[in-house]
């Protein structure tokens, strides 16, 4: 029987750069790209999500964490290190234990879902909880990389926008082109260089040659308002909103997310936290997709150019929506007035059940 290789064996032939390192995979890439019937519906458009929360250890960031492992493990490297928000700690811990290697994990005071410090925890990672937000972390974490001997797994490491490109040749390779339109949350801005840079490669492959694209999508990012560096023109020193993930003030991919944008005729603008809860909630509850709240951002950005009026008419439209909601679950137990959704509870009585199920008798 088949079984998916993880995107390092997939895509050999695209990531030149893995060309004889050992591969450290647990299998990710691969994710599935769901047709969103009431999104399509509601924008008008063939809105489909590319579920990222279905990797290993439901984030994006395996894609490249086991590009940067790989790399790491042929320099030899012992150790590796990170700053992050949540999603790369979980994923490089893991990672690393799969490659016998040291994780060091720098992580901002407080704002840090439990689910991910729980995996990076169980991965055996040494968490460090600085005083400082994120931007603080990635650059405690460079100086360590550049003075110890330890390796930096961030997404300023070429090794992981390399494995997270792939992403980017998944969705070609299932809807035979480029979409018109590819939508994602922006946070270190790692994940629109990376998909930016796929879409390139593609269109750059010869025609009618496996993973060719006719054309490059527009690249819509968005950031979350009280975090919206890029939006705004400037950094921003005490960023903030619910999306933990991407509560980032400084990207160190900035200049890319910039080109990204200039080069594919895109856009990258802020979505509030009451935009992005709604979209939480609507991906939940009508599309039966459940993720974090920075993930929703990419929905919540689709709404909201909906509203604009400026979603094409029929334009095949992807959203990446970034991780897994089990990751930080506690905001799918509020409903939208602000109310706490709870189970009814009942005794062990099928009449009773079936009453409160609504079932005609
Ligand atoms: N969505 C999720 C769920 C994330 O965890 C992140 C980034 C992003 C979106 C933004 O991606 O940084 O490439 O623009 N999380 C990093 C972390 C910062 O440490 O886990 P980006």
Redesign the pocket.
């Known amino acids: 029987a088949h079984q998916w290789r993880g995107v390092i064996r997939e895509y050999a032939d695209r990531l030149p750069m893995l060309a004889g390192a050992p591969v450290v995979t647990l299998g990710e890439g691969g994710t599935p790209l769901i047709p969103a019937e009431h999104l399509s519906e509601f924008v008008g458009a063939n809105v489909l999500v590319k579920f990222e929360g279905m990797n290993p250890t439901g ?3 395996d894609r490249g964490m086991t590009t940067a492992i790989s790399m790491a493990a042929k320099h030899g490297a012992k150790a590796v290190i ?8 979980a994923s490089a811990a893991a990672y690393a234990i799969k490659a016998g290697m040291t994780c060091g994990v720098l992580v901002p005071e407080g704002k840090i879902a439990m689910g991910k410090l729980s995996q990076a925890l169980a991965h055996g990672a040494q968490l460090l909880q600085v005083d400082g937000n ?1 931007d603080d972390c990635l650059t405690l974490a460079r100086k360590l990389g550049e003075a110890y001997p330890i390796e930096l797994v961030n ?1 300023v490491n070429p090794a992981r926008i390399e494995g997270q490109k792939t992403a980017a040749f998944e969705v070609i390779d299932v809807l035979g082109d480029a979409p018109d339109i590819h939508c994602l ?8 260089t990376a998909y930016w840079k796929g879409y390139r490669e593609s269109a750059e492959l010869p025609t009618g040659s496996d993973g060719h694209a006719t054309k490059r999508p527009r690249m819509w990012g968005f950031q979350a308002a009280g975090a919206a560096p890029i939006v705004k023109g400037h950094p921003i020193d005490e960023p903030d909103t619910i999306a933990t ?2 509560r ?1 003030g400084n ?1 160190a ?1 900035w200049e890319q997310a910039i080109a990204a944008r200039e080069e594919s005729d895109g856009l990258i603008d802020a979505v509030t936290d009451e935009q992005i809860l709604h979209a939480h909630r609507l991906i939940s509850s009508r599309e039966g997709v459940f993720v ?1 709240p ?2 929703a ?1 990419s929905i919540a950005g689709l709404l909201l150019m909906h509203e604009r009026g400026q979603v094409p008419a029929g334009a095949t439209v992807v959203c990446t929506v ?2 897994h909601g089990l ?1 930080d679950p506690q905001w799918a137990l509020k409903a939208a007035d602000g109310s706490d959704l709870q189970p009814t509870r009942i005794p062990v009585d099928a009449v009773t059940a079936a009453r409160v199920l609504q079932l005609e008798g």
Request: aromatic share 6%.
């Open positions: 984030s994006f960031k990170c700053a992050s928000t949540g999603n790369t700690s994120f997404s949350p922006v946070g270190n801005a790692g994940n629109i993930a991407i980032i990207p991919s974090e920075g993930s951002a970034t991780g990751k």
